[in-house]
T-cell receptor, first 114, second 110 residues
Framework: ELKVEQNPLFLSMQEGKNYTIYCNYSTTSDRLYWYRQDPGKSLESLFVLLSNGAVKQEGRLMASLDTKARLSTLHITAAVHDLSATYFCAVDPYSGGGADGLTFGKGTHLIIQP | EADIYQTPRYLVIGTGKKITLECSQTMGHDKMYWYQQDPGMELHLIHYSYGVNSTEKGDLSSESTVSRIRTEHFPLTLESARPSHTSQYLC?????????FGPGTRLTVL
């Protein structure tokens, strides 16, 4: 059974600081996804990582994938309050483009304080 | 921008009622999914479909059923709602390595 573990699960940080969220998974896969969810809302796609060594950046967020270590990271640079949300990583266990659905981590609840 | 729609957005209903949650997408995607999410928790896959007339059960056992008669439509039905079905239900479709999520239906069963 595929397990996807995120840490930390809760993170409170100050504006302007840097931090990293980690996502470990237990099976071979070269497809990993990061989503953002605001309270009471649906999921917004942030990054799609499709190969070992993939790195993508959007604004203050940068995601990377190491398939050998079965690890992805989401790095936040100079955090701002608007980035407060829950961040989920998800793995495609069959590397088939999500044909059989994704397995999600428990999410990281991020609060950024002024 | 993904075009995937869910109705109703919120539903409060009594125990024993039959309900259908609607999901439709205008992108022509063959693959569609239903996930269940309790507040503040991870998503669990409950159903998926590869295309018309294809339906499969997901990782999380669910008393709901689904149908896929048309490519764009993937409704979920609960024959007899119970309080344990209270949750948020998210529909998604995918193509080219990315899943797009609908706005969700928040279901409360009293």
């Amino acid at each position: 059974e595929l397990k996807v573990e995120q840490n930390p699960l809760f993170l409170s940080m100050q504006e302007g600081k840097n931090y990293t969220i980690y996502c470990n998974y237990s099976t071979t896969s070269d497809r990993l996804y990061w989503y953002r969810q605001d309270p009471g809302k649906s999921l917004e796609s942030l990054f799609v990582l499709l190969s070992n060594g993939a790195v993508k950046q959007e604004g203050r967020l940068m995601a990377s994938l190491d398939t050998k270590a079965r690890l992805s990271t989401l790095h936040i640079t100079a955090a701002v309050h608007d980035l407060s949300a829950t961040y989920f990583c998800a793995v495609d266990p069959y590397s088939g483009g999500g044909a059989d659905g994704l397995t999600f981590g428990k999410g990281t609840h991020l609060i950024i304080q002024p | 921008e993904a075009d995937i729609y869910q109705t109703p957005r919120y539903l409060v209903i009594g125990t024993g009622k039959k309900i259908t949650l609607e999901c439709s997408q205008t992108m022509g995607h063959d693959k569609m999914y239903w996930y269940q999410q309790d507040p503040g928790m991870e998503l669990h896959l409950i159903h998926y479909s590869y295309g018309v007339n294809s339906t499969e059960k997901g990782d999380l056992s669910s008393e709901s059923t689904v149908s896929r008669i048309r490519t764009e439509h993937f409704p979920l039905t609960l024959e007899s709602a119970r309080p344990s079905h209270t949750s948020q239900y998210l529909c998604a479709s995918s193509a080219y390595n990315e899943q797009f999520f609908g706005p969700g239906t928040r279901l409360t069963v009293l």
